[in-house]
């Protein structure tokens, strides 16, 4: 079974630029979070999206959004980018059942802002 | 909201000695607590769970316990070897349905040394 995919790997951007990094859970999973990663503040939660909708969400500003596909594919999109916003960006699956509470990790997505 | 304080940030241990990193938790309301190791330019990747309706749980060289009443878990290495050189994160979630999001540790460094 193929792990979870995020594209693009590496994305290297200017100040006020806006930005969409993309994931793909595992298959079967319904269930996409985000969370940011940097040396200072360490993994931070974004957002949890389930069936095409925001389940529960972190303390980020409104610049921070995203979204879910009926594929259970994920898009996040960051806008009016700030130096602070270069982070290692970390897409997780999750599936039901039983194991409804382990996440997944992707390689996630390395943002630098110019 | 929950925090998640870890400890030590780095720790050498030799070769085929055992580590211990430690982790103390606020929310009573937790309930998941999970291990991620991540590697250089990788995801994290989930190395063993517990839930708290159970104290102790093994997986090999690897274990996690979990003391509820004063909040806290560890994880434990036995026989380390090379590979285990990394970065470990412990978190914690409430978990369930609801989808609450994890809550990371700052993680520690652990180096083996041959």
């Known amino acids: 079974k193929a792990g979870v995919t995020q594209t693009p790997r590496y994305l290297i951007k200017t100040r006020g630029q806006q930005v969409t990094l993309s994931c793909s859970p595992i298959?079967?999973?319904?269930?996409v979070s985000w969370y940011q990663q940097t040396p200072g503040q360490g993994l931070q939660f974004l957002f949890e999206y389930f069936s095409e909708t925001q389940r529960n969400k972190g303390n980020f500003p409104g610049r921070f959004s995203g979204r879910q596909f009926s594929n259970s594919r994920s898009e996040m999109n960051v806008s009016t980018l700030e130096l602070g916003d270069s982070a290692l960006y970390l897409c997780?699956?999750?599936?039901?059942?039983?194991?409804?509470?382990?996440?997944?990790f992707g390689p996630g997505t390395r943002l630098t802002v110019l | 909201g929950e925090n998640v304080e870890q400890h030590p940030s780095t720790l050498s241990v030799q070769e085929g000695d055992s580590a211990v990193i430690k982790c103390t938790y606020s929310d009573s309301a937790s309930n998941y607590f999970p291990w991620y190791k991540q590697e250089l330019g990788k995801g994290p990747q989930l190395i063993i769970d517990?839930?708290?309706?159970?104290g102790e749980k093994k997986d090999q060289r690897i274990a996690v316990t979990l003391n509820k009443t004063a909040k806290h878990f560890s994880l434990h290495i036995t026989e380390t070897q090379p590979e285990d050189s990394a970065v470990y994160f412990c978190?914690?979630?409430?978990?369930?349905?609801?989808?609450?999001?994890?809550?990371f540790g700052k993680g520690t460094h652990l180096i083996i040394q041959p």
């Open positions: 978190a914690a979630s409430k978990g369930g349905g609801g989808a609450d999001g994890l809550t």
């Open positions: 997780a699956s999750r599936g039901a059942g039983t194991s409804y509470n382990e996440q997944f």
């Open positions: 517990i839930r708290s309706n159970v």
């Open positions: 298959s079967g999973h319904r269930s």
